[in-house]
């Protein structure tokens, strides 16, 4: 055996197995608490508590790519989402962008509303109350 080995023999309180278990115990609980916390965090970003966020998100989406509906999937309203992007890309196709242009303007409009509104209105209204036009 080499003298560092002897060294390190010698001056352990405890048995290698012992301290690896410890250490392997102290990581896991480490690694508890964390997901522990991730988990609560991304319940609250994905959950109805998290209304600023959905808020920021649908607004931001509503004024930039307001015609596709998207901000509406945003806010769970799938019916609606789904009738803005068929206007968009059906009518739209047919009239020369007419479709596109009112529905941009009925995205601009809504994305306005949104990002204007209280955090505590916005929730009331688009979350809880499920208000799916302006």
């Known amino acids: 055996m080499s003298d560092n080995n002897k060294n390190f023999e ?15 115990n102290e990581f896991s609980e480490s ?3 964390t997901a522990d916390e991730f988990t609560a965090g991304a319940k609250e970003a994905f959950s109805g508590s998290g209304g600023e966020n959905k808020k920021i998100l649908a607004g931001i989406l509503a004024i930039i790519l307001g015609a596709f509906g998207i901000h509406k999937f945003i806010l769970g309203y799938q019916k609606e989402g789904i009738i803005m992007l068929v206007i968009t890309l059906v009518i739209g196709f047919f009239t020369c962008g007419i479709g596109v242009s009112a529905m941009g303007l009925v995205g601009l409009i809504e994305g306005i509303i949104y990002l204007t509104k209280t955090d505590a209105e916005f929730y009331n209204t688009y979350q809880v109350g499920k208000k799916p036009w302006f």
């Open 10 to 24: 010698d001056n352990a309180d405890e048995p290698f197995d012992k301290k690896a278990k410890g250490s392997a």
């Open 31 to 33: 690694a508890k608490k």
